[in-house]
């Protein structure tokens, strides 16, 4: 008959990680009281520390947010500025027709 092994969440095997590396109890007396491989614990470890850095990836999202909101509100400025800039050019081509009928050019 086959074993059955017990699946632990992420969160279960945060905490047994933590029993050994912060409250200091040996590997060997986690696995026993939870029935787990020494080796699979190990793993567990291994894989822990190597993606250790995508806990703090969330400050660079963050930063990148902060960086686009920032890049769309310039660029909600500059489409302003061109609104702006395209009625000054209409007003004044509307002037410049103008004086040129008053002079009989048009």
């Not at 590997?27 to 850095?53: M, R, T």
């Not at 930063?63 to 686009?68: E, I, N, T, V, W």
Request: with cysteine; proline share 2%; charged share 30%.
């Amino acid at each position: 008959m086959a074993k059955k092994y017990k699946k632990f969440s992420p969160e279960e095997k945060v905490r047994l990680l933590r029993l050994h590396l912060i409250e200091k109890e040996l590997v060997s007396d986690i696995c026993d009281a939870h029935g787990i491989n020494p080796n699979v614990f190990y793993k567990w470890q291994k894989l822990f520390f190597e993606n250790g850095a995508a806990a703090f990836a969330q400050t660079g999202a963050s930063r990148k947010d902060g960086h686009a909101k920032k890049l769309e509100r310039q660029n909600a400025q500059l489409k302003a500025k061109l609104v702006n800039k395209d009625e000054v050019i209409a007003e004044i081509m509307a002037s410049h027709i103008e004086l040129k009928k008053s002079l009989g050019e048009i």
